[in-house]
Structures are given as structure tokens and as C-alpha cells.
């Protein structure tokens, strides 16, 4: 019997000391609620503030000396400048990759030749030659996705432009 009794209150004590440790953990938590509480409410107040805390553009904060309808149009006139430098940058690409383009394709053009002279003068096996002739049409085939991506570019071009 006495061991059953002292079994009995060492899991009676467990069990206090458990409870405690969970009454611990339940301030705890109520602590850092009310933190995050009033994190959020001070959010709140800088937000009611007109403090941008880094979130959308918020044109129209330092305006210097710029007033209503100068502010507008100083706007849109940097607006428009980025528009048109952008563009720049697009023409300059899709003419990048086309050059790119026809240069690749007068490579291929002469590998293809040479190859197939090879092979005539019998200097190349017909494996070998086809190895090269399928390299040279995986080549072709990223050329041609090269002057469909320039094509595509030259299409928002105009489409922007007009």
C-alpha cells in the first residue's frame, strides 16, 4: 500500500508541476498577444498618420517646391522620359537579336556546306555527318526562336508606338 500511496503523490506532483508550467506558458502567451496588440495599433496610428511604411509609391509626398497642376505635369513628364528610355532599351535588344540572328544563320549556312562536301569527298563517315547536320538543325531551330522573339518585340514596338 505505501507503495501505491507514494506513486499516487508523485504523480500528484507531476501533475502540480505540470499545471504550473502550463499556467507559465498561458501568461506567456497573453503577454505576447498584448504585444502584438499594440503593435498593430500602433501600425494603425502611423498609417492614420499618412506614414507609407515603404508599401505603393506615394507621389506626391516630396513635391519641393511644386505645387497642384506643376507637380502633374513635372510628373508626367519624368513618366514619359522612363516610357521612352524603355523603349530605347526594347529597340536596342530586338536589333541585338536579330544581328544576332542573321550572324548565326551564315555560320550554319557555311558549316552546312562544309559538312556536306565532307561527306560527298567521303573525308566523313554518315554517322558522323549526321551528328553534325542534327547539331546544325538544333541550331536552326534556336535561330528561329531568336527571330520570333525579335519579331514578337518588333510587334509591342509598333503596338506602343502607335
Do not use: C, H, P, W
Not at 505505501?2 to 508523485?10: F, M, Q, V, Y
Not at 506614414?51 to 505645387?67: E, M, S, T
Amino acid at each position: 500500500k505505501e507503495k501505491g500511496k507514494s506513486k499516487a503523490d508523485e504523480m500528484k506532483e507531476k501533475g502540480k508541476s505540470k499545471a504550473e508550467e502550463m499556467k507559465e506558458k498561458g501568461k506567456k502567451g497573453i503577454e505576447d498577444a498584448e504585444d502584438e496588440m499594440d503593435e498593430v495599433k500602433a501600425k494603425g496610428k502611423n498609417k492614420a498618420k499618412g506614414k507609407n511604411n515603404g508599401k505603393g509609391n506615394a507621389y506626391g509626398k516630396n513635391k519641393g517646391d511644386l505645387k497642384g497642376k506643376d507637380f502633374g505635369q513635372q510628373r508626367a513628364k519624368e513618366a514619359r522620359e522612363k516610357r521612352d528610355k524603355k523603349m530605347k532599351e526594347v529597340e536596342k535588344s530586338v536589333e541585338k537579336g536579330k544581328k544576332k540572328s542573321k550572324d548565326a544563320r551564315s555560320v550554319l549556312k557555311e558549316k552546312k556546306e562544309k559538312t556536306n562536301k565532307e561527306y560527298k569527298d567521303k573525308k566523313i563517315s554518315k554517322k558522323e555527318y549526321d551528328e553534325r547536320m542534327d547539331k546544325i538543325d538544333r541550331a536552326e531551330k534556336k535561330a528561329d526562336e531568336l527571330d520570333e522573339a525579335a519579331s514578337e518585340g518588333n510587334r509591342v514596338l509598333k503596338k506602343k508606338k502607335d
